[in-house]
């Protein structure tokens, strides 16, 4: 049997990848992110979200995710 794991919102997730709720929840529609529904509500299992954010291609990666580096990096190219 699995191991219950602590479920988060889309509020919850979106601030801890620096992305909007919308954004959290759009991927969780198409797909793209792990999540499953509670009474019509999106949730996640931080253990899922954590070995996603790792192994997801960072071409592929929502717009705006990993600004803060992108950014820093296109600065020392100037």
Request: hydrophobic fraction near 30%; charge should be positive.
């Amino acid at each position: 049997m699995k191991e219950l794991s602590e479920a988060y919102t889309a509020e919850d997730v979106a601030q801890y990848l620096k992305l909007h709720p919308y954004t959290v929840r759009r991927l969780a529609r198409e797909k793209k992110i792990p999540a499953f529904r509670v009474g019509g509500q999106w949730r996640f299992r931080k253990d899922e979200i954590d070995q996603w954010s790792r192994s997801y291609p960072f071409s592929d990666k929502p717009e705006g995710y990993g600004l803060a580096s992108n950014s820093q990096s296109h600065k020392k190219g100037k």
